[in-house]
């Protein structure tokens, strides 16, 4: 059988972390868990990645797509926790961008607004199931390193957050939506519809009980049915 490159383990060490530091989160994951997982010596792993900094480094600049076909020089040096920082934060703009919210945002009179609503839910919910697995680390971490938990939660979130509710004071002003009596909880029921379907529902005893593109079509007609005024 022909032995794995450095850069195929190097991705599967990655793939690896990214599960543990996505269930246990920072704290409590441990390199012996990841090199287990990976099907490493504990000690095989320190010829990939320097320290334990390094390898929560490494998933978000493979996860991102950073290194792209580089193989970076091994091991892979610890870098600073602004350096992580600034790498999540910059995949994430990259990654969980929401043009067709910002679109809606500066249209006042959309044509089809079925349609736009339809795209700005299909567009979360793309999002979700194509880095659900990193935002399970970065969700899972939060807790541990507190510029995470800044970056993510106070910022990016409720950012988006903010953005969506004021999507549907804008449409509920126009007659467009439904009047409800909080905008803001209205957002935070298509986000975490989406995200339970597209994400959470893995981790579910029944998670195979539902096709992925019916799941998203079903979602995407419900949440439109729920917040579009009769004609």
Not at 121 to 148: N, T
Not at 203 to 227: H, S
Request: overall charge neutral.
């Amino acid at each position: 059988m022909k032995r794995p490159s450095q850069q195929d383990r190097l991705a599967e060490i990655a793939a690896a972390a990214t599960r543990i530091f996505g269930r246990l989160g920072y704290r409590r994951a441990q390199m012996a868990g990841v090199a287990a997982d990976a099907g490493l010596s504990t000690g095989a792993i320190y010829t990939y990645v320097e320290s334990k900094e390094a390898l929560f480094h490494l998933v978000f600049a493979i996860g991102f797509g950073e290194l792209g076909d580089q193989l970076p020089e091994l091991p892979v040096a610890t870098p600073s926790s602004d350096e992580t920082i600034r790498l999540i934060g910059k995949g994430l703009r990259r990654s969980a961008a929401t043009p067709r919210l910002r679109e809606a945002l500066d249209e006042d009179a959309p044509i089809d607004l079925r349609a736009e609503l339809a795209a700005i839910i299909e567009e979360r919910y793309a999002m979700m199931e194509r880095i659900w697995p990193l935002l399970a680390v970065i969700e899972r971490s939060a807790v541990d390193l507190p510029e995470l938990e800044a970056l993510y939660f106070q910022r990016g979130r409720r950012g988006q957050l903010a953005q969506l509710t004021r999507y549907i004071e804008q449409r509920m002003r126009a007659g467009h939506f439904q009047t409800m009596t909080d905008p803001s909880v209205a957002a935070r029921v298509i986000v975490e519809t989406v995200t339970w379907f597209a994400w959470h529902r893995r981790d579910d005893r029944d998670a195979g009980a539902y096709d992925d593109k019916r799941a998203r079509t079903t979602i995407i007609e419900l949440l439109c049915n729920a917040f579009i005024s009769p004609a």
